[in-house]
């Protein structure tokens, strides 16, 4: 907190002391205690993602060296190791990140085009589900509902030219790395340590 003399307000002007509330004073503490608490526990579960990384990445080059493999160099890294009595889980899910590339905004141009050659008697049910396939949430396209056009048993040029373009759009730039801990409870089931603060 600054100096209890003198405040800065959001525009960086002085604000003497005796115009500030005791209201204000109050969420000046409690936000900065609270701000230092969570950074520490920020960098607390930085260190312990860094730490179960690691320790996965050990415990995979010991497991192919255990049974005298050589590791595949595409391997992505899954793993799901428990200890002795099975009391604790740990796993690592590598996901790739699918996303589309230019080339699905051409694709959702001719489909739209293969909607229109069938206008005239257009399948109701077609044309929801190619609507529904480019409806984004929060400004991304949902991959599951794309995909779902692949199922279709469609062989009409238009629509094989679109599917073609959506497979040719897809790219997997990055992947994402999940780390999860599970302790077996009485009942025998495995239950996640949450280290999720929003779902707790």
């Given at each position: 907190m600054k100096n209890q003399k003198e405040w800065k307000n959001h525009k960086g002007e002085v604000v003497p002391d005796k115009y500030v509330s005791g209201y204000d004073k109050k969420k000046e503490k409690s936000l900065a205690k609270i701000v230092k608490?969570?950074?520490a526990l920020n960098k607390r579960l930085n260190?312990?993602?860094?730490l179960m990384f690691a320790e996965a990445d050990a415990l995979n080059e010991l497991m192919?060296?255990?049974y005298h493999m050589e590791k595949p160099e595409d391997s992505k890294g899954n793993l799901t190791v428990y200890n002795f009595d099975k009391s604790i889980r740990f796993s690592i899910k590598v996901q790739d990140v699918i996303e589309f590339d230019d080339r699905i905004k051409m694709a959702?141009?001719?489909?739209?085009?293969?909607?229109?050659?069938k206008s005239a008697g257009a399948d109701g049910d077609l044309v929801m589900l190619v609507n529904n396939a480019f409806k984004t949430t929060k400004g991304r396209?949902?991959?599951s509902r794309i995909f779902s056009l692949f199922s279709l048993n469609i062989t009409k040029p238009t629509w094989v030219e679109a599917i073609n373009l959506i497979k040719e759009s897809i790219t997997t730039n990055h992947t994402r790395k999940y780390a999860s801990i599970a302790v077996?409870?009485?009942?025998?089931?495995?239950?996640?340590?949450?280290?999720?603060i929003s779902s707790l």
């Open positions: 608490e969570a950074s260190e312990l993602k860094t192919y060296k255990a959702q141009e001719k489909l739209n085009q293969f909607v229109e050659e396209l949902d991959k077996r409870n009485d009942a025998g089931e495995y239950k996640d340590i949450n280290l999720n």
